[in-house]
């Protein structure tokens, strides 16, 4: 367990101990839609630009079910800040978006989470890259420590060979370690391990929680887990994209739209995916699927909004203050089933 908790507080072991912990991410495809971040390059910005912004979709995210607070520092490495001309930002972005995680919450009662992810620069077998990919976890992880973060989430990561890096980086800190891969079309890490096997690896390396997250929809996600759950013992992460992946186009990156050319060479991701988007009923058949096979770490990652949490954390029998807002048609003018509304309302309902 991370040193860093005080007064009292449960880890984020504890709580997987106690039942599910719910974690929302997809902060670059909510505030990209929100006008405050450009897609394509999907650098972390607002953090310095409208701090205000991103401490009130931490509290919407809470407010809706989510356990964790995850500091906003993905993509905030030293590779993506370089390609648009930002290094000089890399320390004051990272800390200041530990600030605004680390207020909300505190104020919650939520986990702090560090974040840390996909680094680009990886290829296998050169000890230079993987010395400089190493050194861009140390700056992070290094930030977050002095935070005093609950636990750091390494995400998003394709190579193995990279996760294992970001692990033993965390592990050095020593804070608790989420380890989650990304699996795209193919269903292997980028240097051909399985999900199961690379799980195994990151488990047996001292990873506190491994799994997967984004690229995947909950359709071509669910199999990979069941495959994960039969071969790691202990907790398990899954954090799919709401979107509708599909066995022919199983990445959210593969989906073709064929009523629409939007998008980059008529390919919808990353801004013209909205009519793949799945409900929050999805999501939570979803979290109860995987739920179900005895995965305790449940999320959405980028596309997810605050109902997709909210779907979440009540198919897992919460009850999150946003609850109170979950939909009752009973009141609808036309739909309900109120006895005051009238038989000429109803009737009409068949024509709307």
């Known amino acids: 367990m991370s040193e860093h908790l005080g007064g009292g507080r449960r ?42 912004l991103v401490a009130q979709l931490h509290r919407e995210f809470v407010h809706a079910g989510s356990d964790v607070v995850e500091a906003f520092t993905y993509y905030a490495h030293r590779e993506k800040l370089r390609i648009i001309d930002r ?18 919450a505190a104020e919650t009662g939520a986990l702090f989470a560090g974040d840390v992810c996909n680094t680009n620069v990886f290829v296998p077998g050169d000890a230079t890259v993987a010395g400089s990919v190493r050194a861009m976890f140390e700056e992070q ?49 980028r240097e051909g391990w399985t999900p199961q096997d690379a799980c195994k690896r990151l488990e047996d390396a001292g990873a506190d929680v491994v799994g ?25 992460a899954a954090l799919p994209v709401p979107y509708r992946t599909t066995e022919a186009e199983p990445s959210f990156q593969s989906l073709r739209d064929p009523e629409a050319d939007e998008g980059l060479d008529g390919i919808p991701f990353p801004t013209a995916l909205d009519p793949f988007v ?24 980028c596309g997810a909004g605050p109902h997709h949490i909210r779907a979440v954390a009540e198919a897992l029998g919460r009850t999150p203050p946003a609850g109170r807002c979950s939909a009752d048609m009973s009141k609808h003018a036309f739909l309900g089933t109120d006895p005051t509304i009238t038989a000429e309302q109803r009737g009409y309902a068949a024509k709307l």
């Open 278 to 301: 799945c409900t929050r009923y999805e999501m939570g058949r979803f979290a109860a699927a995987a739920h179900s096979m005895g995965i305790d770490y449940l999320g959405v990652c």
């Open 11 to 52: 880890g984020l072991l504890e709580r997987l101990a106690d039942g599910p912990v719910i974690c929302a991410e997809g902060y670059l495809f909510e505030l990209e839609r929100r006008g405050y971040l450009q897609a394509g390059a999907f650098v972390p910005v607002v953090v310095l630009e409208h701090p205000d």
């Open 141 to 189: 992880v290094g930030w977050a420590e002095q935070a005093a973060v609950d636990f750091v989430i390494a995400e998003t990561i394709s190579w193995g060979e990279e996760a294992l890096i970001a692990l033993d980086v965390i592990k050095s800190a020593g804070l608790d370690a989420v380890v989650t891969l990304s699996i795209h079309q193919e269903p292997l890490t």
């Open 212 to 236: 997967l997250n984004c690229i995947r929809g909950p359709r071509t996600m669910l199999p990979l887990l069941e495959t994960i759950r039969a071969t790691v013992g202990g907790p398990m």
């Open 87 to 104: 290094e000089s930002d890399l320390k004051a972005m990272n800390t200041q978006a530990l600030v605004i995680a680390k207020e909300v």
